[in-house]
């Protein structure tokens, strides 16, 4: 089996390291390619076996699965020029999301999948989630399947809601982070306890709480109240929390969402070029 890699940036370094520590994927399967020559190396020497390219074209020919990781606007340059060596009989993952299944399944003879992945991948937790284009058979869907249930639990959704499930995904670690990064301040600033400890002790408890509610499973107002007992002190910090934090949420979709239309407008113009008049 060949599997190709185009882009070696973060999220594609991170697919090919989670796979192979995870088994799925073997270092002399893979081949990669990418503008930067000290990505390539890297995972070169971190990864012996694996294939570098000298090109795109090169990494797309005869790869079972083409893992498409560049940035939106620079899909129309890579499918130029990998469309004409690429054949039905192979899978092409996009993991960018404002790139259309309809837009890839236009621009190039194979089937198409999307899937996003999430940072948290790299320790195969969290999800990814899973699109699928109108060529793939059965069979393809459960190996692609198959393969992302290694590092991850592949979650299927419409692709018109892409956007809102990769603002708890993909881009919820980061608030999360955000958050807890706050968490931490405050009990190293209101009672001067080490940063080292406040921090494991915050990360624990974000590890165990996802635990609690799939594992159980009880939702997030289940396990506030199991906490809390009214008048006690968890209730009143809550309630603190609640007022402080009230729509900030709403606020933080409405911004992802209003980015999101801007990029759509922009990958579907880089795509498909309107004609000078």
Known sequence: MKIGFIGAGSMGSLLVGAFVRAGAMQPDDIV??????TRLSALAEQYPGLHIAASNREAAIGADYLFLCVK??????????????????QIVVSITSPVKISSLEELVPSKVAK???????AVGSGASLVMWGTRLAEE??????????????PICVPEEEVRVASDLSSCGPAF????????????????????????ALACEMMLGTARL???LPCSPAELQARVSV??????AALESLRKSTRGAFLQVLYTTHEKFAEDLDRVDSSLFPRERT
Do not use: H, Y
């Open 140 to 153: 393809d869907k459960r190996g692609l399947w198959e393969l992302f249930a290694s590092i991850s639990r």
């Open 213 to 215: 509610m799939l594992e």
């Open 72 to 89: 939106p606007l620079d899909f129309r340059r890579v499918l130029d020029e990998i469309a004409p060596v690429l054949t039905p009989e």
């Open 176 to 199: 999360m982070a955000f958050l807890l990064e706050q968490f931490i301040d405050a009990a190293v600033l209101s009672a001067g306890m080490e940063r080292e400890t406040a921090t």
């Open 230 to 235: 009214p008048g006690g002190i968890t209730a």
């Open 32 to 37: 990669v390619s990418s503008r930067t020559q």
């Open 115 to 121: 899937i996003i992945p999430s940072v948290v991948n």
